[in-house]
């Protein structure tokens, strides 16, 4: 059906299924109780005899200006979606289906949806079952109103928390984002319900020199495949049916028209048979290069890029082909490619109506899991729940702040905050703000200490916000604008110099350090800061990211002793900014990584978390040697029983590392090949067994062959990156 399709299709027709030029929120209209269809929506169908794809129809958000009194109702989304669809089929000549395209960073961003944990947050909780379960949620929450792709942030791989889209990412890690963005796209794809998952950036945005959004990553072919298509190679192996090309160029290449990466590796090497779509506005960035747009927009073309984001080089490809930049059989392969991906999605098929999700249960697990406890000195954690707590600070009780960037607008009675949560456990609970996230004055300061004062414990509630207000201004793409007055500091376009707590936070701490030192630190953030005043003046410290909607019902679980807290750094928290780039997995190349004047390396190590409760690993078991035919057929598996020697349930993660100590390349000091979360009763054992495949042993060698080298490595395990056993492993030729 779909051959014969395109031999009938006009160049135009051709050029509207590459098109998602409209903004979704533009195609309709609310006019008292009903929905109406925009004249602009029309005459896009009527030009191109159809559309490609449409994005963010049922977006809610400052950017897009749609709130709950001229947005989409969660319980209407259907009706409209089925509209616009009837509309576009009913006048083009082949009644195609658009593909409806919808932000599901952490939830789909739309009125009324849950919100979850962003991917930092997720990343902290090392469970990837957790995040397939959420995906899985997600993808029928926007298959029940209509929508067809989820857009997904996965490939990032943090490697300056400077910056602003830190919080999108899952960790500093390659081998962690992959478990994690491989168990997300099952989850999308598990149901088969009409809804694929976009994977985004295509690739290394997490490496942008100096932190600064959508700049150069100044990477070579091996540091791209070592850390930056880990996650990339693992989505194609679940099934991810479309990816999302970066804003950054790679060696001065931008990735929209980098045909080694979209087409020789994703294609051709890594097998995807999917579709490559760009990134808002990223086509047009292209005239900066060149501003001819035939030239630019048929150069992204033959690289491999199928479906344009609100450009304008996209819609001329028509006019290309007739000058010749580029050949209609060219054109073709990327109309192929969309109403491919149509037909598996089921697009020429009836629509199906089905249920809403439930996920109250999933909001709450997560919210839990990604708490992490950095500091519980003189065990002042768990609360006690009849002790007098004084909850203070700019994130205590903003319903908005402990969200993230990209979150659709929220009624407060949907949300639970930090200070709500506690209220719930106990019965004397006092509030006070303090100061804001960037002003740099205190609020009611006076007022604020007689309330710690009088508390025999302050929960302290710092960090940072990803808040986008309605009266910001924002870029032709979505980001933010910088605005000095403006009190979001992380998130798209926010990128940060600096990584201290900003304004007055510290000096709050250490006001109410002299009025009371029973200070329990509460960390909101997207990214993680400088702490170390959070450290020496807080008896206990919990890193909570943002932790979703039921944030504040995690958080309180986790300070009251009701849920053990289980998560582990997915990201090295830094001593300063000076020390950065502080990610554990850095080279070795016998040179000293100390300053003069300042410490280096981490405050914090990757991997590391506290527990209410210990851990002790036991019988640990290895092979000493092993083939390299042994490697291939079944792996080295690593054996050990961990022992809950405390006094609580809880769970531990263990961590398997390697060191490469024979190598023909430079190697980095340590590198996480395996892990898993396991869920121990107190004064129980549960044995874990964890095996490494020939790939995770593998190397890109001299000669860039991915190969197990001969010769000795260690593997380590242990709870996190500085505390661990080593083991000598010797791989042979042959036994």
């Known amino acids: 059906m779909v051959e014969n399709i395109i031999k009938q299709m006009t ?29 602009l929506f029309k005459k896009h169908v009527k030009e191109y005899g159809g559309v490609g794809a449409i994005y963010g129809i049922m977006r809610a958000d400052a950017w897009s200006q749609i709130d709950e009194h001229n947005g989409i109702t969660r319980q209407e989304s259907y009706q409209v979606i089925q509209m616009i669809q009837d509309y576009i089929k009913k006048h083009s000549r082949f009644q195609i289906p658009a593909l409806i395209t919808e932000e599901c960073v952490h939830g789909h961003m739309a009125l009324q949806s849950p919100v979850y944990p962003t991917q930092l947050a997720m990343g902290m909780t090392w469970n990837p079952l957790l995040m397939e379960k959420i995906a899985q949620n997600v993808s029928q929450e926007l298959a029940a109103k209509g929508g067809n792709l989820a857009l997904f942030t996965g490939f990032d791989v943090l490697r300056d928390p400077r910056w602003g889209r830190s919080e999108e990412c899952f960790s500093e890690d390659a081998y962690l984002t992959s478990q994690m963005i491989q168990s997300a796209v099952q989850g999308f794809e598990k149901d088969q319900n009409g809804v694929s998952v976009v994977v985004k950036h295509l690739c290394a945005q997490g490496a942008c020199e100096g932190g600064h959004n959508s700049d150069a990553a100044k990477i070579g072919p091996r540091e791209l495949r070592d850390i930056h298509l880990l996650p990339v190679k693992a989505a194609v192996k679940a099934g991810a049916r479309a990816v999302m090309a970066a804003y950054n160029e790679i060696d001065g290449i931008p990735c929209h028209i980098h045909k080694n990466l979209l087409h020789h590796i994703l294609r051709k090497e890594y097998g995807f048979d999917g579709i490559v779509m760009a990134d808002g506005c990223a086509l047009d960035r292209l005239l900066l290069l060149n501003d001819n747009p035939l030239q630019m927009g048929s150069l992204a073309l033959k690289a491999g890029v199928d479906l344009s984001l609100w450009d304008q080089v996209y819609t001329k490809l028509d006019e290309a082909v007739k000058q010749g930049y580029v050949t209609e059989e060219e054109l073709d392969i990327a109309v192929e490619r969309i109403l491919r991906l149509k037909e598996k999605l089921g697009l020429f098929e009836p629509s199906q109506n089905i249920p809403l999700p439930q996920c109250d249960e999933l909001l709450l697990q997560s919210a839990r899991e990604c708490q992490v406890l950095l500091k519980n000195d003189t065990h002042i954690l768990p609360l006690k729940k009849t002790q007098k707590i004084a909850v203070i600070g700019p994130n205590a009780h903003h319903y908005l702040h402990q969200l993230g960037d990209y979150t659709a607008y929220q009624n407060p009675q949907d949300i639970v905050t930090v200070y709500q949560g506690i209220c719930k456990k106990a019965s004397q609970v006092s509030y006070a703000l303090g100061c804001t996230t960037r002003k740099k004055q205190f609020e009611n300061l006076d007022e604020t200490l007689k309330i710690a004062k009088d508390a025999d414990i302050v929960v302290l509630v710092l960090g940072g916000n990803s808040t986008r207000l ?24 926010i990128d940060l110099a600096s990584l201290e707590l900003e304004g007055y936070q510290n000096q709050l701490l250490k006001e109410i350090h002299r009025v009371n030192p029973n200070i329990v630190t509460v960390l909101i953030q997207g990214r993680v800061h400088v702490i170390n005043d959070v450290m020496r003046y807080s008896q206990a410290v919990v890193a909570s990211f943002y932790p979703g909607s039921r944030g504040g019902d995690g958080i309180a679980d986790v300070l009251f002793g009701d ?13 300063h900014v000076g020390a950065l780039p502080c990610y554990y997995n850095h080279k070795h190349n016998g040179a000293q990584k100390d300053y003069i004047d300042l410490p280096s390396g981490p405050l914090l190590p990757f991997g590391y978390g506290l527990s209410y409760t210990t851990f002790e690993y036991q019988n640990i078991s290895l092979s000493q040697k092993i083939s390299i035919q042994e490697l291939k057929e079944k792996g080295l598996t690593i054996t050990l029983d961990v022992h809950n020697t405390g006094q609580r349930d809880g769970e531990d993660v263990v961590q398997i590392y390697i060191k490469h100590l024979q190598s023909s390349i430079v190697s980095r000091v340590l590198e996480l090949k395996g892990f898993q979360k396991v869920y121990v009763p107190h004064h129980a054992v549960q044995t874990v067994s964890i095996t490494l495949s020939y790939d995770d042993l593998a190397i890109w060698n001299i000669d860039m062959e991915h190969i197990v080298e001969t010769g000795r490595l260690a593997v380590c395990v242990g709870q996190d990156s500085q505390n661990y056993k080593e083991y000598s492993v010797c791989i042979e030729e042959s036994c």
Request: hydrophobic letters at 25%; a negative charge.
């Open 11 to 39: 160049l135009k027709e051709k050029v509207g299924q590459l098109n998602q030029h409209l903004y979704g929120w533009q195609c309709y209209q609310k006019v008292g109780d009903h929905y109406e269809l925009t004249d």
């Open 470 to 493: 309605y009266q910001n201004a924002f870029e032709n793409n979505g980001a933010l604008r910088i605005q000095d007055e403006n009190e979001m500091n992380c998130g798209e376009n």
């Open 563 to 575: 849920y053990n807290p289980s998560g582990h750094l997915s990201v090295s928290i830094p001593r």
